[in-house]
T-cell receptor, first 112, second 110 residues
Framework: DGGITQSPKYLFRKEGQNVTLSCEQNLNHDAMYWYRQDPGQGLRLIYYSQIVNDFQKGDIAEGYSVSREKKESFPLTVTSAQKNPTAFYLC???????????FGSGTRLTVV | GQQLNQSPQSMFIQEGEDVSMNCTSSSIFNTWLWYKQDPGEGPVLLIALYKAGELTSNGRLTAQFGITRKDSFLNISASIPSDVGIYFCAGQDNTGKLIFGQGTTLQVKP
């Protein structure tokens, strides 16, 4: 079955360490997105990519980095420059302009 | 970044009651979507609307694409405990990117 997979589901890191969140899709979607969600808050766009080897900053890109070397994969690195990294991170993909997103099940990152 | 105005922010209702929530925007969208997010999971698409004035149902859910293309509403009839979660509206722009509302948190008392 096609879908979008985020791993791991829960991630713990010490302050000052970089951490990479995985997002893989086998839906053959061109576009992929990363969102951050804080408790009781909406979805805030971090980065997005509409084609391989190209990506754009979203609304809250500071302290994050991404790569898009393969169509199926869009990993997100949370760097030590991100001041409040503890959050729920959601990855999504989309087939095009008239279709909605398919979301992964999320990764909850806790930095201590 | 741009966000949609979604209301109400939260609702606490009795099982069996009907629920209504809406979204408004200053921009026109060609597609409106409604998602539901269960606790600790990613949002799942409930209903997609593609034409102004369109009224679409999915079981107990009914959604409408406003005639001005700047608003949409979602109704849930005869709510049940598993309706609990966060409901997001989203408008899709010309690049395919979704602009999300802030979400409506629904709690249902059995």
């Amino acid at each position: 079955d096609g879908g979008i997979t985020q791993s791991p589901k829960y991630l713990f890191r010490k302050e000052g360490q970089n951490v990479t969140l995985s997002c893989e899709q086998n839906l053959n979607h061109d576009a992929m997105y990363w969102y951050r969600q804080d408790p009781g808050q909406g979805l805030r766009l971090i980065y997005y990519s509409q084609i391989v080897n190209d990506f754009q900053k979203g609304d809250i890109a500071e302290g994050y980095s991404v790569s898009r070397e393969k169509k199926e994969s869009f990993p997100l690195t949370v760097t030590s420059a991100q001041k409040n990294p503890t959050a729920f991170y959601l990855c999504a993909s989309s087939a095009g302009q008239v279709y909605g997103y398919t979301f992964g099940s999320g990764t909850r990152l806790t930095v201590v | 970044g741009q966000q949609l105005n979604q209301s109400p922010q939260s609702m606490f209702i009795q099982e069996g009651e009907d629920v209504s929530m809406n979204c408004t925007s200053s921009s026109i969208f060609n597609t409106w979507l409604w998602y539901k997010q269960d606790p600790g999971e990613g949002p799942v698409l409930l209903i997609a609307l593609y034409k102004a004035g369109e009224l679409t149902s999915n079981g107990r859910l009914t959604a409408q694409f406003g005639i001005t293309r700047k608003d949409s509403f979602l109704n849930i009839s005869a709510s049940i405990p598993s309706d609990v979660g966060i409901y997001f509206c989203a408008g899709q722009d010309n690049t395919g990117k979704l602009i999300f509302g802030q979400g409506t948190t629904l709690q249902v008392k059995p």
